[in-house]
């Protein structure tokens, strides 16, 4: 059977070496027309400067010149070897005086040194100049210094650095900056037509120029029709720029912006109330603690007060009363942040539907809000753990300080010290020595917020799919997200049938009793899911405004005692382990409280149910551990388009503050924007 398998082989490798009609190579695809109507050219390019893949503007349509229903424009995308750069990029750096990689001065602080070298390699390079452009952050260095024929000017947050060189010559030039974790854009290269039409013999070619860029309106100029059309080519690969997403923008911007404004004043509310409930838990501590002192009180803490205070920390009391008073205070105060991670969700649903419209949008926003949520989890716990480690020292610390303020009002002894507790505190508050054990609580404090960004944006994600499902790629019957087990978190109105469920199954598996149970599964799964969706778009056209996430939190007594209560186990007073598993507890239940999504009525899922909670990242099937479906993925090819429109952005910045004739003219001619990857 190897043998006949062999021989068939070379037979059918003799057939294609002697022009049969067996395994012949289909017909080289010829660029040449696409390339010689074309009026406009990007790529984005390797680490090398090589084109990694062509796109090509057709003359004719929407920014180049001509109506935009000509029918005459279009976007063509070809293999880097159709076509070559008129220029030739170098991007070098340099790293307090030694060349060093890319990957060395990403990050780097120190004198960094950036060096464009741009050389002709075709014909193109006599009758074109090239122009080039890139921002480095103000954060990352506000002192750029260049060449003296080089521009560089403050633009909002970015010092842009922009050329232009000679048709024929090249361009080459260096900056330098003392950088801080140092980055910059991608480079963009703009290769413009020299001229629209040969000067006389004789002439200023300067003024031949001049006259030719005078005599173009300010928007019909090569590099306008070559930006106006690098903005408008990830529109045509997807949805993005359509009239039908500024409604969905607008409906964003407005919850973006009560989001914004629930931020500031719900954060500073809560946490002007922590600071107070604070300072009561600690006043309610030490006056428990005054209660149990005796004899002599001397300047430090006395242990044997402070035993009798740990007893306190459970129970009818009134210091357990402002332990759990002080848990809702932190847990308020870092839910209160979640509207920050809804506001950071809108910004970035908003920007990414400006740039490339709602494709794929939905699958994208499913695996963030999963991300998210789990990061936030995650940071949540550590953030506790973080509390509680600097609650115990600060504790002590406190009453330390205390016991010596006390101490001085009192002549040292322990008689009627309570009449000078109010006093001993007030002094105590504003001592400097707790500077340090304050620091320590303020950055777990930080943490539990970062944490609940984290868990807010995860909310805010989930709700928008929710809430504009309908609005997502065309129409709620697309708009579904794949829990990747070939059930489908499903946010559309479409019941789910058995094929898709059965999606990636071999006939044995789909026939089996798994099979069955997968396809009862992904329908209950996509019927909750639909009920979740149904009960989101609601309440988005009833509560227009309406946030996101829900920014309350609440744990139980035993939650909370790990670091409001810890000084129980630091002084033997109790079981360190149960206070852990207590811990535990409490992040759970508030991982699932955030993960419930929808703050308008209640729970959005049955938190007991794990197969109803959408937030969950999905088990994949496939072969293996890490096995996945295949699906059409644009993600790459919308992320280059992107990265060229940005590019466009960035040259009509750097050609205006240029103000260069060369580049201000309006050719026939074709014209190229290339984009560079740096740092």
């Not at 999504?597 to 293996?624: C, I, Y």
């Not at 050609?655 to 984009?675: C, F, G, H, M, W």
């Amino acid at each position: 059977m190897r043998c006949g398998a062999a021989l068939v082989s070379c037979a059918l490798c003799v057939a294609s070496i002697l022009g049969g009609a067996w395994m012949s190579r289909p017909t080289p695809v010829d660029y040449g027309p696409v390339l010689a109507t074309a009026s406009d050219m990007y790529a984005v390019t390797d680490a090398e400067g090589e084109p990694v893949r062509w796109y090509v503007v057709g003359k004719g349509g929407a920014g180049n010149g001509a109506s935009a229903d000509s029918g005459t424009s279009k976007v063509s995308r070809i293999p880097a070897s159709a076509a070559t750069l008129p220029w030739k990029v170098s991007v070098t750096y340099s790293l307090d005086g030694p060349n060093v990689e890319a990957n060395e001065v990403a990050g780097a602080s120190g004198l960094i040194g950036v060096y464009i070298d741009i050389k002709p390699q075709t014909k193109e390079a006599n009758r074109t100049i090239p122009v080039v452009a890139f921002t480095v952050p103000t954060q990352v260095a506000d002192d750029v210094s260049a060449d003296n024929s080089i521009t560089v000017t403050t633009q909002g947050s970015n010092a842009v650095v922009a050329a232009a060189g000679k048709a024929a010559t090249g361009l080459e030039f260096s900056c330098y900056m003392n950088a801080k974790d140092f980055s910059m854009s991608s480079v963009a290269l703009a290769v413009l037509p020299s001229n629209s039409s040969s000067p006389a013999v004789g002439a200023n070619p300067d003024a031949a120029n001049a006259a030719n860029a005078a005599a173009q309106p300010a928007a019909d100029t090569d590099v306008a029709q070559l930006t106006a059309s690098a903005a408008t080519l990830v529109d045509s690969l997807t949805d993005a720029g359509s009239g039908e997403q500024q409604q969905l923008i607008e409906q964003l911007q407005t919850l973006r912006d009560n989001e914004r404004a629930l931020n500031k004043s719900v954060v500073a509310e809560r946490e002007t109330a922590h600071k107070r409930t604070f300072e009561d838990y600690m006043a309610a501590y030490v006056g428990s603690y005054t209660t149990h002192l005796s004899g002599s009180i001397g300047t430090s803490t006395q242990l044997p007060a402070l035993m009798g205070t740990a007893g306190e920390l459970s129970g009818d009391t009134p210091l357990a009363q402002a332990v759990l008073d002080l848990a809702n205070a932190v847990n308020n105060v870092s839910a209160a942040h979640q509207h920050a991670g809804a506001v950071d969700a809108l910004d970035e649903v908003i920007r990414r539907i400006q740039q490339q419209g709602t494709t794929g949008l939905v699958d994208d926003l499913i695996a963030e809000a999963s991300e998210e949520a789990t990061q936030g989890s995650k940071q949540y716990a550590d953030g506790q753990s973080q509390l509680s480690a600097a609650m115990i020292p600060y504790s002590m610390k406190y009453t330390d300080v205390y016991t010596a303020n006390l101490s001085a009002l009192t002549g040292g002894t322990s008689s009627g010290a309570t009449a000078y507790e109010s006093q001993a505190i007030a002094e105590t508050n504003g001592s400097d020595e707790l500077a340090d054990a304050q620091s320590k609580v303020d950055a777990a404090m930080s943490t539990l917020a970062t944490a609940s960004e984290h868990t807010g944006k995860a909310t805010a994600l989930r709700q928008i799919v929710l809430r504009f499902s309908d609005q997502f790629e065309g129409g709620a019957s697309s708009a579904s997200g794949s829990d990747g087990d070939g059930s489908s978190g499903d946010v559309s109105s479409d019941p789910v049938t058995e094929a898709q469920a059965l999606t990636g199954l071999v006939d044995s598996q789909s026939q089996s009793f798994y099979g069955k149970t997968r396809v009862a599964q992904a329908k209950r799964k996509a019927d909750a899911a639909r009920k979740q969706a149904k009960a989101a778009q609601q309440q988005q056209s009833q509560h227009s405004k309406a946030s996101l996430v829900d920014d309350t939190m609440s744990m139980s007594a035993g939650d909370v005692m790990n670091y409001a209560g810890g000084l129980t186990s630091a002084i033997g007073g109790g079981d360190k382990s149960d206070s852990s598993k207590s811990a535990g507890s409490g992040t759970n239940d508030s991982a699932k409280s955030s993960d419930t999504g929808d703050s308008g009525n209640g729970k959005a899922s049955d938190a007991s149910d794990s197969g109803n909670n959408l937030d969950t990242a999905p088990v994949l099937f496939g072969f293996g551990t890490g096995g996945t479906l295949f699906k059409h993925d644009m993600n790459a090819l919308i992320n280059e388009t992107v990265k060229i429109s940005d590019a466009g952005t960035l040259l009509a910045q750097a050609v205006a503050q240029l103000d260069s004739p060369n580049t201000q003219q309006k050719t026939a001619e074709t014209r190229y924007l290339i984009v560079i990857p740096t740092v």
